[in-house]
């Protein structure tokens, strides 16, 4: 199977959406935003749903065939080069938020429900978001990082059962059609009227499902990649369909977004690498590679932040906030090249020595399929 180049424009969106994150965290601080943008930037929780989706995306045609072909021989590397994505990064930024607690403690300023104790070790696995807790704690983002761990170990379950390359092209659209009818089925039945409520409960059910959605998206991309004019403004149809019912209240959100987000990540995949395509310039392309440090990194960062420079954490002067969004994308830089990729690189070269024949779609995402993830929120 030959290598195919990376999709410049996912690894772009994946920035933004990691930014978008940033700026739902911040926007109720801002002093003097005006309303259309808090409820916009209100919605930012959602990046989290591409980045599950994006993520199946990846995986699938990074490790799907290998995993087929490998059986249980490649389930350990697959696993260990998982781990070597996430793990490290997320450590890092445990340790500075303990760091943190004990400063607050010190000073008698902490609050024992931001950071548990008690909690720690199922923080130090990524366990936090597996129903073992009823809360949000320490670095808040690293929930959704947790239930990556959990789509990555049934992973090779799925890669074993299904082969969505010999399922006709019509199952796969029922497939992806289930899983996110499932998703929202559970959601309602549970009282959820939007995709970021009681995120510990639902947190990792909607990550396992959209991502696994997410894998049969890049069996359409890979039927269609030849002949993307016809498939992608039909998916572009689609996506409109779905935002247009949940701008409406036509349609739920915990039904029509993650429906309008595979329609769109199918779009993304088969305009990539057109002429003009202004999300692959070099600066975004560049967000997207940096997006998982801008993920786990910004929300303490702004903990700290507010506590060194804020006079009221309830408006903050948009001089103040610009100072953090810089300090946020120079973190961003710092804990990428610093942290992130030296550590990915140690633990993967843990390894047994590497095959003489590279991987298939190693180059996909984010200059490296394995680098890839909510990662990237």
């Known amino acids: 199977m030959k290598d195919h180049a990376e999709l410049r424009a996912l690894t772009s969106v994946r920035g933004i959406a990691a930014w978008f994150v940033v700026l739902y965290h911040i926007r109720l601080s801002v002093a003097g935003l005006p309303a259309s943008w808090v409820a916009l930037f209100a919605k930012g929780y959602l990046a989290v749903d591409f980045f599950f989706l994006l993520s199946g995306f990846v995986i699938w045609l990074t490790w799907g065939e290998r995993l087929r072909e490998g059986r ?9 080069k998982r781990v070597a994505r996430i793990w490290p990064l997320h450590l890092f930024m445990l340790g500075c938020a303990v760091g943190l607690a004990l400063l607050l403690a010190a000073t008698g300023r902490q609050n024992p429900t931001d950071y548990p104790f008690d909690q720690l070790p199922l923080h130090v696995f990524l366990l936090q978001n597996w129903g073992f807790t009823d809360q949000l704690a320490w670095n808040d983002p690293s929930w959704s990082i947790s239930t990556e761990l959990g789509a990555y ?27 996110l009818i499932l998703l929202h089925a559970l959601m309602a039945d549970g009282g959820a009227l939007n995709l970021g409520h009681d995120i510990a409960r639902f947190g990792l059910r909607r990550c396992v499902l959209e991502f696994a959605s997410g894998t049969a998206v890049a069996a359409l991309w890979l039927r269609w990649r030849d002949r993307p004019a016809v498939p992608a403004w039909s998916a572009a149809g689609v996506a409109a369909l779905f935002l247009a019912g949940w701008a409406s209240d036509a349609m739920s959100e915990t039904l029509a977004i993650p ?10 995949a088969l305009t990539s690498g057109k002429r003009g395509n202004l999300l692959e310039i070099a600066p975004l392309h560049y967000l997207g590679e940096i997006s998982y440090a801008t993920y786990l990194g910004h929300f303490l960062l702004f903990v700290v932040f507010k506590l060194a420079l804020v006079d009221d954490p309830r408006a903050i002067h948009p001089a103040l906030i610009t100072l953090y969004l810089v300090m946020v994308l120079a973190s961003s830089i710092a804990l990428y090249h610093l942290i992130e990729r030296p550590a990915q690189k140690w633990m993967n070269g843990l390894r047994q020595p590497r095959r003489k024949n590279p991987p298939p779609y190693a180059a996909l995402v984010g200059g490296s399929a394995e680098r890839s993830g909510p990662d990237r929120r």
Do not use: S
């Open 72 to 80: 249980w021989r490649a389930v350990p590397p697959f696993l260990q």
């Open 153 to 179: 170990l049934l992973f090779p379950l799925l890669a074993f059962a299904i082969d969505w390359r010999r399922v006709p092209t019509w199952a796969v659209l029922a497939a992806i059609a289930a899983l």
């Open 259 to 268: 429906a309008a987000f595979a329609a769109i990540l199918l779009v993304l």
